[in-house]
């Protein structure tokens, strides 16, 4: 997508977002643009939804999320950024002029002032009444662990293919196939590893910067983590090693590092505290880190490792049913992020993390959900050109257009299509148990794209071999189930006609009963003729739960 197209997104997003006096805060992962609000009322969500580019809307406590799709999101945000960037600076200009124009601008300025306020207190009203009413302890902090790790995802990716290419050149020059990459392996040994043994210093400033704390002294605390020296510590009368504990003990390092920090800053006088107050987090936090959290998250860690393995080794095809079930309803909620650190745990000690691919498995038979709900409503062609612009983003394992835009809103293939997954997983797990453990190098991708990713205990082959099965169960499952159980006639009667003679029918919502008004299945004939996304909204641009925009996300 060209440049042009990109700031032509960001410059529809942002007046629908109540401008940027609006937006606090930009970031983005895979597929989602996240901004923080200041006043939730002034998004215009009907205006929002309806662009031909916006797949979906996730909302939680504190982040309105767009959804955009894979590659699209990093260049949309970076134009959004830079269009808001300007309209402040362009706003404060006009405000200076005005400040500057006498008293009749300063009383046409304290008017708009007083609305502004006003809107401010109801917007406040609005998040908190949400947050008594969605919010929980437990899934505030699964948000915040996802925030810690969510931007680590890029480096992730772009190490772990690296790591699967020197892989392959590896076993071509010990074969003696490729003597011309002996001088490249430990080049790309060096890039591949590099970032992922200092991982930890990344968690600390992350962490750090969740929590409220100065980033820098939370990658401070957690370097000594990483620092070789401390194998002349003894800890309980054995040397540690560097590294032990991990991404977890960084974590807990930096939040340490952030209390006292806070402590700090509240009692120490101001005119020692940029002596003092860096001193003492750095001390503490690193005394506690080489004396307690290592050997302590170091335990934890291994143990997760080895829990992984036996979960799989021992439950077999039952465990990856179970996982590859339950996987879809995590990511409609957005809690699948919670899972970063347990990967990254295993991929630090083992090399790759067998619980990706067999999670993997959800987006699978997501994908033969959707194919069947494309064969079965033949006269749709509204939801079936939903499914054939958000098909290639699921086949790469993008899930969110397929959630949103096709199986979420219709109930039922949401069902089928984890039916499919469970069954794909418990495929990747029995064969798991029967000797060939599949596993990724790095987190993030699924579907196809995770091919170049994949490492476990056999060779190349049998390893894509056994997880492409996986994805061919996963497909023909959920396309089997959906089939013949992701409609009830009534379903049938009201979705399998065309648009055009659909104007009385009632639009079933998530449960598969008839919603109380008429309304026919959002299409996207107005949308424009752009294939970058279009229609792959559909109903899930509408919240995916019949009626309430916001119901069955960010719940």
Request: aromatic share 6%.
């Amino acid at each position: 997508m060209s440049t042009d197209k990109n700031r032509q997104i960001a410059e529809a997003l942002l007046p629908l977002v109540g401008g940027s006096q609006n937006v606090v805060s930009v970031t983005h992962c895979m597929t989602r643009m996240r901004l923080g609000l200041a006043d939730r009322s002034l998004v215009q969500d009907a205006a929002l939804r309806a662009l031909p580019d916006v797949v979906g809307v996730v909302e939680d406590d504190d982040t309105y999320q767009i959804v955009l799709g894979p590659g699209k999101v990093a260049r949309v945000t970076t134009e959004f950024q830079a269009i808001a960037r300007q309209e402040t600076a362009t706003a404060a200009a006009s405000a200076a002029d005005a400040s500057a124009g006498g008293p009749a601008a300063a009383a046409a300025g304290g008017q708009s002032a007083v609305t502004a306020d006003e809107l401010a207190e109801r917007g406040a009203a609005i998040r908190a009444a949400r947050r008594r009413k969605n919010s929980t302890p437990v899934k505030q902090m699964l948000r915040r662990v996802a925030n810690i790790f969510v931007p680590l995802i890029p480096a992730l990716i772009g190490c772990g293919i690296v790591a699967g290419i020197n892989g392959i050149l590896t076993n071509l020059v010990s074969s003696g196939s490729a003597q011309w990459a002996a001088g490249i392996v430990p080049a790309l040994t060096a890039i591949s590893t590099g970032f992922m043994s200092l991982i930890a210093i990344f968690v600390g400033i992350n962490t750090a910067a969740e929590f409220g704390g100065t980033p820098v002294l939370g990658g401070a605390a957690a370097a000594v983590i990483v620092f070789a020296g401390v194998s002349k510590v003894s800890v309980f009368g054995a040397k540690l090693a560097p590294g032990q504990g991990g991404v977890l003990g960084a974590l807990f390092a930096a939040l340490i590092a952030v209390y006292v920090e806070k402590w700090c800053r509240r009692r120490v006088p101001e005119a020692v505290d940029v002596l003092v107050t860096p001193t003492v987090t750095v001390l503490v936090s690193g005394m506690v880190t080489l004396f307690g959290l290592m050997y302590v998250c170091g335990l934890v860690s291994t143990g997760i490792g080895h829990f992984a393995n036996w979960l799989l080794l021992h439950g077999g095809g039952v465990a990856g049913f179970v996982l590859g079930g339950l996987f879809l309803p995590l990511v409609m909620l957005g809690l699948h992020q919670a899972l970063i650190p347990i990967h990254t745990t295993l991929i630090e000690q083992d090399g790759f993390t067998v619980l990706l691919p067999v999670l993997a498995m959800a987006g699978a038979g997501q994908v033969g959900a959707a194919i069947a709900v494309y064969v079965r409503l033949r006269r749709n062609t509204s939801i079936r050109k939903t499914i054939k612009s958000a098909l290639p983003a699921g086949v790469m394992g993008v899930g969110e257009p397929l959630i949103y835009g096709v199986s979420l809103p219709l109930g039922r293939p949401f069902i089928t299509a984890c039916i499919g997954g469970a069954v794909g997983g418990g495929a990747v797990g029995l064969f798991h148990q029967l000797g060939t453990s599949v596993g990724s190098t790095a987190i993030g991708p699924s579907g196809w794209a995770l091919f170049p990713l994949l490492k476990g205990n056999q060779g190349l082959g049998a390893i894509a071999a056994v997880y492409a099965l996986g994805m061919g169960t996963g497909y023909l499952a959920g396309f089997i189930a959906t089939y013949f159980f992701g409609f009830s006639k009534q379903m049938l009667a009201e979705l399998n006609v065309a648009p055009e003679a659909a104007g009385a029918a009632s639009t079933v919502i998530a449960t598969g009963t008839p919603a109380a008004a008429p309304r026919v299945p959002q299409d996207t004939r107005s949308r424009g003729e752009d294939d970058d996304d279009d229609g792959a909204e559909g109903e899930g641009g509408h919240g995916g739960g019949g009626g309430d925009p916001k119901q069955p996300v960010g719940v």
